[in-house]
């Protein structure tokens, strides 16, 4: 549940990151339906009454299932994404800087230097793989100067954003650093005499 809880007023220019969020849990699941969306300006209590309502439902849900499974079944019939102004709540999609939106209108939401440089919403592109520039990726155009000056700045090429990062793997859910070989996704080296390694 992220209630994209909106602190605007107070300088707060973060609220890309619930969207970004929202974009890393369809990309692990296919889908964000375990996820309810609301923005407000403060955190209400009704998220808190749903958030409680859900969780009661499906732990209880003896059914055969995935976890996944019983959170999606079980998922209140309020608990759809939209935004509260003024005590009113609105069903809204939620759709990232949507002019249409109605919550957009009421809790605008500003970017971020790597998407709009064209990096995914999911913001989880850390090192990109670079290529070589490209003028066809730029709407602007440019001189033979700009070119020049734009391979001076970048040397090395730049961003090639329809690849993974590097270095970047899939999600494993509780990992482990050993000693369980359960999801295992690194193992320390074997100490081969801890007490002298203590002293």
Same mark, same amino acid.
């Given at each position: ?9 107070? +300088? ?15 990309? @692990? ?13 403060? /955190?209400?209590? *009704? ?9 009661? *439902?499906?732990? +209880?849900? @003896? ?8 959170? $999606? ?20 999609? $939620?759709?990232?800087?949507? *002019? ?20 995914? $919403?999911? +913001?989880? &592109? ?6 070589? &520039? ?5 709407? @602007? ?9 734009? #391979? /001076?700045?970048?040397?090395?090429? &730049? ?25 295992? &996704? ?9 007490? #002298?390694?203590?002293?």
């Amino acid at each position: 549940m992220d209630d994209g809880t909106s602190k605007e007023t107070g +300088g707060y220019h973060y609220g890309w990151f619930h969207f970004a969020l929202r974009d890393r849990v369809r990309q @692990a699941n296919g889908s964000s339906a375990n996820m309810v969306f609301w923005r407000n300006i403060v /955190t209400d209590a *009704a998220s808190e009454d749903l958030l409680n309502h859900w969780i009661t *439902a499906y732990k +209880g849900d @003896a059914r055969p299932g995935t976890q996944r499974d019983k959170v $999606l079944r079980n998922k209140p019939s309020t608990g759809v994404d939209g935004c509260f102004t003024e005590g009113r709540f609105t069903r809204d999609e $939620l759709v990232f800087q949507d *002019a249409t939106s109605p919550c957009q209108r009421d809790y605008p939401v500003y970017s971020n230097a790597r998407h709009e440089a064209g990096g995914p $919403l999911a +913001g989880n &592109v850390l090192k990109c793989t670079l290529k070589p &520039v490209d003028l066809t990726d730029y709407k @602007a155009p440019f001189s033979a100067d700009d070119l020049a000056r734009l #391979k /001076t700045i970048f040397p090395n090429g &730049v961003c090639d954003w329809s690849k993974p990062g590097i270095n970047q793997v899939p999600l494993i859910p509780w990992p482990s650093f050993g000693p369980s070989p359960r999801n295992l &996704v690194y193992q320390p080296p074997a100490i081969e005499n801890p007490a #002298k390694t203590l002293k």
